[in-house]
Structures are given as structure tokens and as C-alpha cells.
RNA sequence: GCUCUCGUAGCUCAAUCGGUAGAGCGCUCGCCUGAUAAGCGAGAGGCUGGAGGAUCAUAUCCUUCCGGGGGCACCA
């Protein structure tokens, strides 16, 4: 008689690791995919599939190191082309850089002594260059680490002198189409930056200016056209304006046309005010005269004053009173000073009235000679000497300051002008109907994105594309030198777009004229000799024709429109924007099917990241502790429509999770490490119930979970995901058949039948988690058993496999349903335990046998259906089901009760002796004259072994 | 200033046409020691941002306020 303190049981085996090390690992991983090119090998098996591209919004080559926000970005589309190469779709992503503009030149110009005057244009530009692609490097090493696929050995960068070829072919398609002009205009400047600023490049911050009230007296020669009462007296319009400093460039003086205006005698004040009726009050009170005595001499209204003439306050020119509707009476006097110079509305109106228009500051924001005495001085330190010479001249009613919103350099930070110079425009105008109809042939999600940029489109002005600038890509334009018109036809253009192509942009300034237009010459007067244009492209121009320099350019990428655009929900303003634009003006519609956008990142209180505050998550710092898939799981974890908390909590939280799917897969491999699916699969018809449940869970989690991805809620996905490991399986199913997968012999059909429902769930659930976590998937992938992989279909890489499909055979709802009944009886049945437990009665559930009576009989037919096998699923040594009552049946006292719903469980201690190698307490122990201490079951598993 | 949107347990997310607020994770306590730096069980957590209102009934509809985010306007 054999008796041995242990006997062999199926554990698992497996050589995958419980803990990641995703230091190690994921860099193993990702140089496997390397190495053997598995990307590539992707895309190859999809080749002959219908396209899903994705085209990259290209991230600006201003810093060497990416911040959360941008992996964020990136991994959202990684798990977009992942999951759609997987579904079936030839889903290249080629990624992009945006490389020229105002960031870089100024960073670079940082470090140069003598800024850019020490350096000429071509060798500012090399440094650019240089800086660009420095930062290039940084940021693709950031981008792999984060396990991001894509054509990394040919990403394209918008100073390629391809791409710049293209750029000028599209602005040259534009101009054949009349879509641009230059003009004057006044458009916001900053001085700091030394350029013109598109509407994109505008935010608004608080900004404290000054609050002057300045008296422009009529001139002699008017005093006839004023009412009469006021015709022998002084009579000045009284202005208010937020910076003194554009008073040198006054030449107006705006009233609304339909505004009643009264003329004051204010006490003590020697001339007669002029100010709107409705303005008067407010403005007695700012001005402090609100205790005077006030006296209105005459009133009229605005168009009754139209086209009188003041003296300037200080310059020797006069400044016409002129009507206008922007005139309002929100703040002020109505009486509005007009300098068209400085000024978007000032320079319409000025138009108008044929004003002239004078801007006195040259592009550092420098009064020059125009200015009178305040040339040399800076436009924001000449406003104290404004108001000054103002109150010299006693012309100054009030002087104060206070805050209000007002344009800043989106880049640099500091407040803007209006400087009126001459620009190259896009003309939105031109288009901007078909523009509005493209917009709703595309998907906007969310769908409020549509209205966001509908709006846009329809009210934004033309847009300024020139900048004066040396780091970008020319406006490709040459003057004549004869009658100074300039020349952009077709033959020019493509002149210049041939040379970009073979020398780049650089030739622009290396190169004469002559050399890019041979023959050509002025369609006017036929002239040979030219000048360049000096200006560049607004950078928005380059990234807003990436679908004609990349998607149209490289054939793997199957042309445009591509199916979706993924950025954060400030590209409405700019790239959806701007490719919209190009791609309308160019061919006519958007260059996109769908657009999806997310929000911004912020910290766990929903406070923005800032250096100060000290809240910023490093991406690096993550993947260093937790590894990249778990940052790829905090981005399918959160719905990134609105704000997108991270911090510590956070990720500690989505580590466990990571870790519970790892165990998850670690239990699978481990109990498959002796199955065979090819040999020992067992069919459908002989699994049990609880089996074909979980198949049908199965097949649940794969329908929404597509659905889920097929929406980009990858929140659903990850919600879903964690539960059914953690719930249907880990808790549940998995529990209940360790007895079995461990006791059986190894080749019994029961054990069998388990492993080919964990076969199935293994399969899926690492196709599942590729897109999310490629770098676990591939990892429980290459842990795999050779006979399993083959039998997957034998790829060399999870992310050369198919999608899971919802498979019609494992559809149960029969099982569905009753299972989902019977849990709710294994709560009932687990309460009943821990009571027992919690009176030390029981440690281990089987220490207990349980009985259960039910009030309704159909219930108690149902649940007997498996009467046989319901010890295994409360994992007891026994389970019955009373007819009457608790039904005592020979048990002594029970341990505990527990009654709801109708059902009561009560738990006994469990008879008989434990088999010391099932750990059952069961009658037949020892009756096997073989073993002593083990039970029929075992002692007939062990002979057989 | 106008306007849109969001605000559900510590965290991430659920709650079909209004019908007694759910899950997972975390936490607490306990069990197991044959998934073991694992696994299992139970429990405690929410006046659904506040206040009004319509309704038999509201997290869900209306008004208003507070807070987060966005858009427009603020141009003198």
C-alpha cells in the first residue's frame, strides 16, 4: 500500500514571466520586429486589402524630447493602424515632421551673437537644418520606445526638398486658380518675432494697457458744418483709446452714423466736448468730472458730423471725422480714433474714405522718422512719452490703466500689433463655399468638431501666408525689374519646383533669378530682369498640403483622400484648417473621410501641466517604471474626447490592471503547455455547459470589443477587457477548473475540454490585446507552445495574425443564460462560506459541503440540471439541493445560513476524509487498497499515470 | 460679454423612451498556499457639483448658480 505526503498533480508550466521587465523585454521585442521586419511583412500581407491609412499630423521639430501630450497622439494612432491592419485593411502609417518656422529660427538664433544680422540667410537656414534634425532623432527614438509602427526609415519632413517641391507646385496650382494676392493690409505683428502672425498664430491674454481720453479739436476751416450753437466756440471730439502709441499714425476720427452726439460745456474745461449720448455718462465719471457742471450746447448725429476736420493733437495734419458701424457704445465715447495702419477696421474704413494709411514702425515695433520725435523709440515704450506730450500739449482728459484681453504671439508669448505692410493673402473667399460643403461630407468625431471648424471656415478672413522670415520654404515669386509686376505663372512656378526638387530651397538664395527662369519673362513687359520675393510660406502652409506632398506623393499610401486624420482638438484651428483649405483650393475636396481629435492631457485634479506647479508627467519617466504597454494602456483606458487626467494614482492603478492580464495569459500558457489543439481538441458537443458559457462570453467580448475599436472607444475596450479576465475568468471560470486541469489525468477528456476553451480564449485574448499592448501580446505570443502556434496558424508574430471574429459556433445563449443565473446562486453560496470562514469554522471552501433550497421549484429543476457538477463550481466537497427545507439529511448543525432572493444556502462541514491529492473530504478515501489516502477519483487518476 | 460641453463611489468608466444608482480597479478584513512578489471571498465607499422647478416618478427634462474644458466676441 502506497502513501505519499505528495502525489503529481497538472500544474502549470510555463517559462513567461509573471513579472514584465519591460526594461528588458520590450526593447528584446521591438528589435525582433525590427530585425525581421515585421512591419514591413504587415503591410505585405495586405497589400492586394482595401486601404485604412491613417495620414500623421506631423509633430514640430522644436524639441529633442516629446511630451505626454504628443505620446498620447501617437499611441492613439498606433492602436488605430495596429487594430486596422489586424481587421483585414493595408494600413501603412508614415510618419511625418514639421520642421521650418519662427520656433526654430528663433532657438537657433538664441545661441548666435549678434541675432540675425551676424548670419546671412542661407547660413541661418543650415543651422535650422541642423537643429530640426537633431530634434528629429530624439523625438523617433521617443516615438519606437513607445512600440509606434511605421515607415521609420522614411518619415516625411516638411524640408525635404521634395516636399518643398511640391509645396511650391501647390501654391502655384492656387495662383492659376486666382486664389492668391498680395496686398496691403494690416495683420497682426509681432515685433519680437519680426513677422506677420495668421489668425492661427493669435491668442488672446490678459494685458494691462493704458486708458487715455485725448481731445482732437476741429479744425477752423470746419467750424461752418457744426451746429450753429456751437459754430464761434472750440469744439473737440474726444477720443479714447488703449495705445497711446498709434496716435502718430491718427488720421481719423470714426462716429457711428446713427449715434446721437452731444456737444458738452463741461465747467472749467475750455473747449466743448464731443462724445455719444449714450457714452456721456461713463464717460464724466472715468473722466473725473462727473461733479461738474455739464451743459449740452447742441446735439446731432454722427453722419450730420461726417467729413469735419481736427487738427491732429500733436502732428500737423488734419484727422477726418468719418462714420462707421463698428463704432459701438460698449466703452469709450463713440468717438473712435482711426489709425489705418494699426488696425484691421481702421484700415477698411480708412479705405473708404481714402484716409491714407500710415504705420510708423518698421518690423522690430521701432518708431521711425514718420513718427515725428518719438522715431527711435519702441512702440511700447513710446506710450508713457505719448501720453506725456499729450498732457503737454493739454489735450489729455484722462490718463489710467486696466486690464482686458489682448492678442499675443501664440508662439513667443507677447502681445502683438497691428502693423500694415504688404502681404501675400490666401484668399479664403475665393472658395469658401466649397470649403463649407467639404466640411460636411467629412465625419467629424466628436461630432461637435464640425460645428467647431464649420464656423471657422465660414467667418475667418483671407489668410496671410507670407512671413519675413529666413527658415521656411519662399513664396515663389520674382518681380520684375522693369515694371515691377510680379511674376508667378505656371512656367515660373514649376520653374522654381524643379529647382527645389534637385537643390532644395536653399537655391532660392544661392541661386539668381535667371537661374530658375532661364527664358521666362515678364508677362507684362516682357523684362528678363528679376528680383526674388523675400518673404517665406507661413509654416501652416507646409503641413497644410501633406496630403498633396505626401498622401498624393507616395504611392504606398494609395492618394487622397485618406480615411482619417487623428489629432488633439486645437488642430480645428490649424492643420485640419489649413489642409482643408489647400486641399479645397487645389482638388476640390477635403483631404480627408473622418477626423478624430482628443483633448489635452492634465493632471489627476484636472489642472493643466505646468513646470511651476511641478505636475508634468515625462513619458520617459513612465515607460521607465511601468514600461511602454502600460502607457499604451492608460491611452486605451481614458475617453480622450474632453480633458485627459494622468498621475501617479493612475498608473499605479493601470499596472495592476496590466498585471492582471499578464496573469491572465500566464495561466492560459501554462495549463496549454501539454495540449495539442491538432490531437486533443475536443469538439463542441462534448463540453460542458460551463465550457460552452464561457466560449460564449467569448464571442460577446469579441463583438463589443470591436465595436468598441471599429467607435475609437478604446475606454469600452479596456472597461471590457479588465472584467472579463478578471470577473469571468480569474474569479470565475478559472477557479472552478483548476480541480479539474490540475486531478485528471493529463489526457482525460474533461481536462481536455478545458484546454480547449482556454486554447480558444488564449487565442483571442492575444489577438485582443495587440493593438493596446503589442509588446505583452507579443511576448505571450512567442510563449507560446509550437503546437499551439501552428495551430494559430503559425505566424511568427501576433501582429501578423486576423483579428478575432465573432464565431457563430461558440454563440450559446442557452448557456448565456443560465450561467448568468447560476453565478448569482455561487454569490449566495460564497456568502454562506465566509460566514462559516469568519467563524473559523472552514478555512479552504472545501472544508464545506453546502445545501440549498429554493422557493420557487422551477428554479430548484433548473439548478439540478448540473446537480452533479456544482460542488466543482462553488469549488466545495459537496452540493445539494434540498426538497424540503434546509434538509438536514443526516448533516449535523449547519455552520452558517444564508438567505436572499428566495434562495437559502446552508454550509456544513464536509464529511469524509480529505484526499491528500485533490484535497477533497469526500467518503471513498482509502477505500482503493492501492492508496491509502486518496480518494476513488484520484486513486484511479494515479494508477492510470 | 455671448455660446457649446462636461461634472455619477478614492480612480477609470456604466446606467435603453425619465421608473429603487452599477462594474472593475483601489481600499479594509479574512481565506488559501498546487497561477505564489500570485489566487479566492466578503465588506465598507455615492443625498449622481449646489439650489430651485415641472412630473406619480428623474443621474436622466427645465431654470439658476458653482467648477473644469472649448468656441465666438472682445478689435478704438
Same mark, same amino acid.
Given at each position: 500500500?502506497?502513501?505519499?505526503?505528495?502525489?503529481?498533480?497538472?500544474?502549470?508550466?510555463?517559462?513567461?514571466?509573471?513579472?514584465?521587465?519591460?526594461?528588458?523585454?520590450?526593447?528584446?521585442?521591438?528589435?525582433?520586429?525590427?530585425?525581421?521586419? *515585421?512591419?514591413?511583412?504587415?503591410?505585405?500581407?495586405?497589400?492586394?486589402?482595401?486601404?485604412?491609412?491613417?495620414?500623421?499630423?506631423?509633430?514640430?521639430?522644436?524639441? =529633442?524630447?516629446?511630451?505626454?501630450?504628443?505620446?498620447?497622439?501617437?499611441?492613439?494612432?498606433?492602436?488605430?493602424?495596429?487594430?486596422?491592419?489586424?481587421?483585414?485593411?493595408?494600413?501603412?502609417?508614415?510618419?511625418?515632421?514639421?520642421?521650418?518656422?519662427?520656433?526654430?529660427?528663433?532657438?537657433?538664433?538664441?545661441?548666435?551673437?549678434?541675432?540675425?544680422?551676424?548670419?546671412?540667410?542661407?547660413?541661418?537656414?543650415?543651422?535650422?537644418?541642423?537643429?530640426?534634425?537633431?530634434?528629429?532623432?530624439?523625438?523617433?527614438?521617443?516615438?519606437?520606445?513607445?512600440?509606434?509602427?511605421?515607415?521609420?526609415?522614411?518619415?516625411?519632413?516638411?524640408?525635404?526638398?521634395?516636399?518643398?517641391?511640391?509645396?511650391?507646385?501647390?501654391?502655384?496650382?492656387?495662383?492659376?486658380?486666382?486664389?492668391?494676392?498680395?496686398?496691403?493690409?494690416?495683420?497682426?505683428?509681432?515685433?519680437?518675432?519680426?513677422?506677420?502672425?495668421?489668425?492661427?498664430?493669435?491668442?488672446?491674454?490678459?494685458?494691462?494697457?493704458?486708458?487715455?481720453?485725448?481731445?482732437?479739436?476741429?479744425?477752423?476751416?470746419?467750424?461752418?458744418?457744426?451746429?450753429?450753437?456751437?459754430?464761434?466756440?472750440? *469744439?473737440?471730439?474726444?477720443?479714447?483709446?488703449?495705445?497711446?502709441?498709434?496716435?502718430?499714425?491718427?488720421?481719423?476720427?470714426?462716429?457711428?452714423?446713427?449715434?446721437?452726439?452731444?456737444?458738452?460745456?463741461?465747467?472749467?474745461?475750455?473747449?466743448?466736448?464731443?462724445?455719444?449720448?449714450?457714452?456721456?455718462?461713463?464717460?464724466?465719471?472715468?473722466?473725473?468730472?462727473?461733479?461738474?457742471?455739464?451743459?449740452?450746447?447742441?446735439?446731432?448725429?454722427?453722419?450730420?458730423?461726417?467729413?469735419?476736420?481736427?487738427?491732429?493733437?500733436?502732428?500737423?495734419?488734419?484727422?477726418?471725422?468719418?462714420?462707421?458701424?463698428?463704432?459701438?457704445?460698449?466703452?469709450?465715447?463713440?468717438?473712435?480714433?482711426?489709425?489705418?495702419?494699426?488696425?484691421?477696421?481702421?484700415?477698411?474704413?480708412?479705405?473708404?474714405?481714402?484716409?491714407?494709411?500710415?504705420?510708423?514702425?518698421?518690423?522690430?515695433?521701432?518708431?521711425?522718422?514718420?513718427?515725428?520725435?518719438?522715431?527711435?523709440?519702441? +512702440?511700447?515704450?513710446?506710450?508713457?512719452?505719448?501720453?506725456?506730450?499729450?498732457?503737454?500739449?493739454?489735450?489729455?482728459?484722462?490718463?489710467?490703466?486696466?486690464?482686458?484681453?489682448?492678442?499675443?504671439?501664440?508662439?513667443?508669448?507677447?502681445?502683438?500689433?497691428?502693423?500694415?505692410?504688404?502681404?501675400?493673402?490666401? %484668399?479664403?473667399?475665393?472658395?469658401?463655399?466649397?470649403?463649407?460643403?467639404?466640411?460636411?461630407?467629412?465625419?467629424?468625431?466628436?461630432?461637435?468638431?464640425?460645428?467647431?471648424?464649420?464656423?471657422?471656415?465660414?467667418?475667418?478672413?483671407?489668410?496671410?501666408?507670407?512671413?519675413?522670415?529666413?527658415?521656411?520654404?519662399?513664396?515663389?515669386?520674382?518681380?520684375?525689374?522693369?515694371?515691377?509686376?510680379?511674376?508667378?505663372?505656371?512656367?515660373?512656378?514649376?520653374?522654381?519646383?524643379?529647382?527645389?526638387?534637385?537643390?532644395?530651397?536653399?537655391?532660392?538664395?544661392?541661386?539668381?533669378?535667371?537661374?530658375?527662369?532661364?527664358?521666362?519673362?515678364?508677362?507684362?513687359?516682357?523684362?528678363?530682369?528679376?528680383?526674388?520675393?523675400?518673404?517665406?510660406?507661413?509654416?501652416?502652409?507646409? =503641413?497644410?498640403?501633406?496630403?498633396?506632398?505626401?498622401?498624393?506623393?507616395?504611392?504606398?499610401?494609395?492618394?487622397?483622400?485618406?480615411?482619417?486624420?487623428?489629432?488633439?482638438?486645437?488642430?480645428?484651428?490649424?492643420?485640419?484648417?489649413?489642409?482643408?483649405?489647400?486641399?479645397?483650393?487645389? =482638388?476640390?475636396?477635403?483631404?480627408?473621410?473622418?477626423?478624430?481629435?482628443?483633448?489635452?492631457?492634465?493632471?489627476?485634479?484636472?489642472?493643466?501641466?505646468?513646470?511651476?506647479?511641478?505636475?508634468?508627467?515625462?513619458?520617459?519617466?513612465?515607460?521607465?517604471?511601468?514600461?511602454?504597454?502600460?502607457?499604451?494602456?492608460?491611452?486605451?483606458? *481614458?475617453?480622450?474626447?474632453?480633458?485627459?487626467?494622468?498621475?501617479?494614482?493612475?498608473?499605479?492603478?493601470?499596472?495592476?490592471?496590466?498585471?492582471?492580464?499578464?496573469?491572465?495569459?500566464?495561466?492560459?500558457?501554462?495549463?496549454?503547455?501539454?495540449?495539442?489543439?491538432?490531437?486533443?481538441?475536443?469538439?463542441?458537443?462534448?463540453?460542458?455547459?460551463?465550457?460552452?458559457?464561457? @466560449?460564449?462570453?467569448?464571442?460577446?467580448?469579441?463583438?463589443?470589443?470591436?465595436?468598441?475599436?471599429?467607435?475609437?472607444?478604446?475606454?469600452?475596450?479596456?472597461?471590457?477587457?479588465?472584467?472579463?479576465?478578471?470577473?469571468?475568468?480569474?474569479? +470565475?471560470?478559472?477557479?472552478?477548473?483548476?480541480?479539474?486541469?490540475?486531478?485528471?489525468?493529463?489526457?482525460?477528456?474533461?481536462?481536455?475540454?478545458?484546454?480547449?476553451?482556454?486554447?480558444?480564449?488564449?487565442?483571442?485574448?492575444?489577438?485582443?490585446?495587440?493593438?493596446?499592448?503589442?509588446?505583452?501580446?507579443?511576448?505571450?505570443?512567442?510563449?507560446?507552445?509550437?503546437? @499551439?502556434?501552428?495551430?494559430?496558424?503559425?505566424?511568427?508574430?501576433?501582429?501578423?495574425?486576423?483579428?478575432?471574429?465573432?464565431?457563430?459556433?461558440?454563440?450559446?445563449?442557452?448557456?448565456?443564460?443560465?450561467?448568468?443565473?447560476?453565478?448569482?446562486?455561487?454569490?449566495?453560496?460564497?456568502?454562506?462560506?465566509?460566514?462559516?470562514?469568519?467563524?473559523?469554522?472552514?478555512?479552504?471552501?472545501?472544508?464545506?459541503?453546502?445545501?440549498?433550497?429554493?422557493?420557487?421549484?422551477?428554479?430548484?429543476?433548473?439548478?439540478?440540471?448540473?446537480?452533479?457538477?456544482?460542488?466543482?463550481?462553488?469549488?466545495?466537497?459537496?452540493?445539494?439541493?434540498? %426538497?424540503?427545507?434546509?434538509?438536514?439529511?443526516?448533516?449535523?448543525?449547519?455552520?452558517?445560513?444564508?438567505?436572499?432572493?428566495?434562495?437559502?444556502?446552508?454550509?456544513?462541514?464536509?464529511?469524509?476524509?480529505?484526499?491528500?491529492?485533490?484535497?477533497?473530504?469526500?467518503?471513498?478515501?482509502?477505500?482503493?487498497?492501492?492508496?491509502?489516502?486518496?480518494?476513488? +477519483?484520484?486513486?484511479?487518476?494515479?494508477?492510470?499515470?
Amino acid at each position: 500500500m502506497k502513501e505519499k505526503s505528495t502525489y503529481s498533480v497538472n500544474l502549470p508550466q510555463t517559462a513567461f514571466p509573471m513579472k514584465a521587465n519591460s526594461a528588458v523585454r520590450e526593447l528584446e521585442i521591438q528589435k525582433v520586429w525590427d530585425d525581421t521586419g *515585421v512591419y514591413e511583412a504587415s503591410l505585405k500581407r495586405r497589400e492586394a486589402a482595401p486601404k485604412y491609412v491613417l495620414h500623421d499630423g506631423p509633430p514640430y521639430l522644436s524639441s =529633442s524630447k516629446i511630451h505626454i501630450g504628443t505620446a498620447l497622439n501617437k499611441v492613439l494612432k498606433d492602436i488605430v493602424t495596429k487594430y486596422k491592419g489586424l481587421k483585414g485593411f493595408y494600413s501603412p502609417y508614415v510618419p511625418g515632421y514639421d520642421s521650418h518656422g519662427l520656433p526654430i529660427e528663433n532657438a537657433v538664433l538664441k545661441d548666435v551673437k549678434g541675432g540675425r544680422a551676424a548670419l546671412t540667410p542661407v547660413e541661418l537656414r543650415q543651422r535650422c537644418r541642423a537643429f530640426a534634425l537633431s530634434n528629429l532623432k530624439g523625438q523617433e527614438a521617443n516615438f519606437r520606445r513607445l512600440g509606434v509602427w511605421g515607415h521609420w526609415q522614411s518619415p516625411y519632413i516638411t524640408l525635404d526638398q521634395h516636399f518643398e517641391a511640391k509645396q511650391v507646385r501647390v501654391f502655384g496650382k492656387m495662383a492659376g486658380k486666382g486664389y492668391l494676392y498680395k496686398g496691403l493690409k494690416s495683420v497682426s505683428w509681432c515685433p519680437n518675432c519680426e513677422t506677420a502672425l495668421a489668425e492661427a498664430e493669435v491668442e488672446y491674454a490678459d494685458h494691462t494697457s493704458n486708458s487715455i481720453y485725448v481731445k482732437f479739436a476741429v479744425d477752423a476751416a470746419s467750424k461752418s458744418k457744426l451746429p450753429a450753437s456751437v459754430q464761434d466756440k472750440d *469744439v473737440a471730439f474726444v477720443i479714447w483709446t488703449t495705445t497711446p502709441w498709434t496716435l502718430p499714425a491718427n488720421l481719423g476720427v470714426a462716429l457711428h452714423p446713427d449715434f446721437v452726439y452731444e456737444f458738452l460745456q463741461v465747467e472749467d474745461e475750455p473747449h466743448v466736448l464731443v462724445v455719444a449720448e449714450s457714452l456721456k455718462n461713463a464717460f464724466l465719471n472715468a473722466a473725473g468730472k462727473a461733479e461738474k457742471a455739464v451743459k449740452v450746447l447742441a446735439t446731432a448725429l454722427g453722419k450730420e458730423l461726417e467729413l469735419l476736420e481736427c487738427r491732429h493733437p500733436f502732428m500737423d495734419r488734419l484727422s477726418r471725422v468719418i462714420n462707421g458701424d463698428h463704432v459701438t457704445a460698449e466703452a469709450g465715447t463713440g468717438c473712435v480714433h482711426t489709425a489705418p495702419g494699426h488696425g484691421p477696421e481702421d484700415f477698411e474704413i480708412g479705405k473708404v474714405y481714402q484716409l491714407g494709411v500710415l504705420s510708423p514702425v518698421d518690423s522690430r515695433g521701432i518708431f521711425t522718422e514718420e513718427a515725428g520725435i518719438f522715431a527711435g523709440q519702441r +512702440f511700447d515704450k513710446a506710450n508713457p512719452l505719448v501720453v506725456e506730450h499729450l498732457k503737454e500739449k493739454g489735450v489729455l482728459l484722462q490718463h489710467s490703466t486696466f486690464s482686458h484681453s489682448y492678442p499675443h504671439c501664440w508662439r513667443c508669448k507677447k502681445p502683438l500689433i497691428f502693423r500694415a505692410t504688404e502681404q501675400w493673402f490666401a %484668399s479664403v473667399e475665393g472658395f469658401r463655399k466649397r470649403a463649407l460643403e467639404c466640411i460636411d461630407a467629412v465625419e467629424w468625431l466628436p461630432a461637435s468638431g464640425r460645428n467647431r471648424i464649420f464656423n471657422m471656415v465660414e467667418n475667418r478672413s483671407d489668410w496671410c501666408i507670407s512671413r519675413q522670415r529666413a527658415w521656411g520654404v519662399p513664396i515663389p515669386v520674382f518681380y520684375c525689374k522693369g515694371c515691377h509686376k510680379p511674376l508667378m505663372s505656371e512656367e515660373s512656378i514649376e520653374a522654381v519646383a524643379k529647382v527645389f526638387d534637385a537643390e532644395g530651397s536653399d537655391s532660392w538664395w544661392e541661386r539668381e533669378p535667371g537661374y530658375f527662369l532661364k527664358d521666362i519673362g515678364c508677362g507684362h513687359c516682357g523684362g528678363k530682369e528679376f528680383d526674388r520675393e523675400t518673404d517665406i510660406m507661413d509654416v501652416w502652409f507646409d =503641413s497644410g498640403v501633406t496630403h498633396a506632398a505626401v498622401l498624393d506623393e507616395r504611392p504606398e499610401l494609395r492618394g487622397t483622400p485618406c480615411e482619417l486624420y487623428l489629432e488633439g482638438s486645437d488642430q480645428h484651428r490649424g492643420w485640419f484648417q489649413s489642409s482643408l483649405l489647400t486641399s479645397v483650393a487645389v =482638388s476640390d475636396r477635403a483631404p480627408y473621410k473622418t477626423v478624430l481629435t482628443h483633448g489635452f492631457v492634465v493632471d489627476e485634479s484636472g489642472r493643466k501641466m505646468s513646470k511651476s506647479v511641478g505636475n508634468v508627467v515625462e513619458p520617459d519617466e513612465v515607460i521607465k517604471q511601468y514600461g511602454a504597454d502600460v502607457l499604451r494602456l492608460w491611452v486605451a483606458s *481614458v475617453n480622450y474626447t474632453d480633458d485627459i487626467p494622468i498621475g501617479k494614482n493612475m498608473l499605479a492603478q493601470l499596472a495592476d490592471v496590466y498585471r492582471r492580464l499578464r496573469n491572465t495569459a500566464r495561466f492560459l500558457l501554462g495549463n496549454l503547455h501539454d495540449f495539442d489543439p491538432a490531437r486533443d481538441m475536443v469538439k463542441k458537443e462534448s463540453l460542458s455547459s460551463l465550457d460552452r458559457f464561457v @466560449l460564449h462570453r467569448l464571442n460577446e467580448v469579441v463583438a463589443e470589443v470591436t465595436r468598441d475599436f471599429d467607435r475609437f472607444e478604446f475606454f469600452k475596450y479596456y472597461q471590457l477587457l479588465q472584467n472579463f479576465c478578471g470577473v469571468d475568468l480569474s474569479a +470565475f471560470y478559472f477557479d472552478i477548473v483548476k480541480d479539474r486541469l490540475y486531478t485528471c489525468h493529463p489526457k482525460d477528456e474533461s481536462r481536455r475540454a478545458v484546454q480547449t476553451v482556454l486554447t480558444h480564449t488564449l487565442h483571442t485574448l492575444v489577438r485582443l490585446l495587440a493593438p493596446v499592448t503589442p509588446h505583452l501580446a507579443e511576448d505571450i505570443w512567442q510563449h507560446m507552445s509550437e503546437p @499551439l502556434r501552428a495551430y494559430f496558424g503559425g505566424q511568427t508574430s501576433v501582429l501578423l495574425t486576423d483579428y478575432p471574429q465573432v464565431n457563430p459556433d461558440f454563440e450559446d445563449k442557452e448557456a448565456g443564460a443560465y450561467w448568468s443565473e447560476l453565478i448569482d446562486v455561487r454569490l449566495t453560496v460564497n456568502k454562506a462560506l465566509e460566514q462559516a470562514r469568519a467563524a473559523r469554522s472552514i478555512g479552504s471552501s472545501l472544508e464545506a459541503t453546502v445545501v440549498m433550497s429554493f422557493g420557487d421549484k422551477e428554479k430548484a429543476d433548473k439548478v439540478r440540471k448540473i446537480e452533479g457538477d456544482l460542488a466543482s463550481v462553488f469549488i466545495t466537497s459537496g452540493a445539494h439541493i434540498s %426538497s424540503n427545507g434546509t434538509g438536514k439529511e443526516g448533516l449535523s448543525e449547519p455552520l452558517s445560513t444564508v438567505s436572499e432572493e428566495g434562495l437559502t444556502v446552508a454550509a456544513y462541514r464536509a464529511q469524509g476524509e480529505k484526499c491528500a491529492r485533490c484535497w477533497k473530504y469526500t467518503g471513498d478515501v482509502g477505500k482503493d487498497s492501492q492508496y491509502a489516502d486518496l480518494c476513488g +477519483f484520484c486513486a484511479d487518476v494515479v494508477s492510470r499515470l
